[in-house]
DNA sequence: ATCATATTGTCATGATGATGTCAATAGCGT
DNA sequence: ACGCTATTGACATCATCATGACAATATGAT
C-alpha cells in the first residue's frame, strides 16, 4: 500500500476522528451543565451510571474496569460519593478490603434525576436526524473501538 | 413531546454518545503514541496542525479559538514548543504584544513526519469501513457540533 | 486627543486525570 | 499448611486543563 497517501476512506476517517475530538468536549460540558444541578459532573455520572449497569455490588476496582479507567481516579471520584450521601460501601463477604459500592436512596433519586433531564435533552438533539443514520454512525464508531480494544487486549496479553 | 420516554432516535443517540466518549480517550491514546518518538503529544499536534492550518501567522489568541480551547492552556503549550525549537514567535505589526506563531524549520519537519506516520495509520484504521458509512457518520458528527456551537454562539452574544 | 471597552499575555489556583509505589488481602498451586 | 502471584485500596506525585484576576496594549466612539 502506498503510505505516502492516505485512502478516500482515510480522509473521510480523518475528518470523522476531528470531529469526534469536538464533540467529546461540547458533550461534556453540556453534561456538565446539564446535571450541575443535582450536584454532579460527567464524571460522576458516569460513574453513577456504571453502578446502576452493574447487576450486582461491585468492588471499585470493578467498576473502574467497566469504564476502562484507571482505578485510583475512580476510587477518588466515589470516594466523594460517597462523603456526597450518594453511594455507599458495603461489606463484600467475598473479600475484606474490596468493599462493594451500592447506590444510596439519595443516590438513586439523584441519578433517576439525571435520567429525566437526560431524555428531554438527547429527544431534542436527535431532533433532525433520522435513526437509520445514527445507527450507521453508532455502527462505525462500535467498530472503530473494536479496533482500538483488539489491540489494547492485545498488549495486555504480551 | 413524552419527556420521560427516549425517542428511537434518542436511544440510538445514547449509545452513540457512549461510543464517542470511549473512542476519544482511545485515539488520544493511540495519537499519543504515534507521534512520542517526535517529541510530540496528540495536544502539541494539534497545535501545530492549527498553525499550519491558518493561512497566516496568527497571535496565540487567534490560534485557540480556532480550536475552541481556553487561551491559557494553548498558550502554555506554544511556549512550550518554543523553547522546544518547533516554533517561533515574530512581531506583529499590529500588535506590539500578540506576536504572531510560526513553525521553525524544525518545527515543519516535525509536523511532515507526524503526517507520514498518520497517513498509514488512518488508511489502516479505515480498513473495512465503506467510504459511504465514515461519511454518513462525519454528517451525523457535524450535525450534532453544529447544534452545540450555535448554542454555544447564542450564549456569547447573551 | 481622550476615554471607555475589548483583546492579549501572564500569573495563580483548583479540579481532574494518569502513573508509580506500598501494604493488606485473596486465590492458587504444591 | 505454605508460599507465590494477583488484586485491591491508599497515598504521593506529576501533567493537563479550566478559570479568574491583572496589567499592557489596541480599538473605537466622541
New binding site residues.
Partial sequence: MDKTKRTPAGDALTNLVLDIFRLN?LIL?AG?RLVAGLGL????WQILGAIVAAERPQ????L??DLW?????V???I??LQKQGLVAFEP?P????????VLTDQGRRTFDAAMRLQIPWINNLSDGLSVEDIETAHRVLTALRKKFEGDVDAEEQA
Same sequence: chains 1, 2.
Fill in positions: 468536549g460540558t456538565d459532573t460527567s464524571a460522576r468492588p471499585v476496582a470493578w473502574a474496569r479507567a484507571n482505578r485510583q481516579n476510587q477518588r471520584i470516594n466523594e463484600n467475598h473479600h475484606r478490603r474490596a468493599q462493594l459500592v
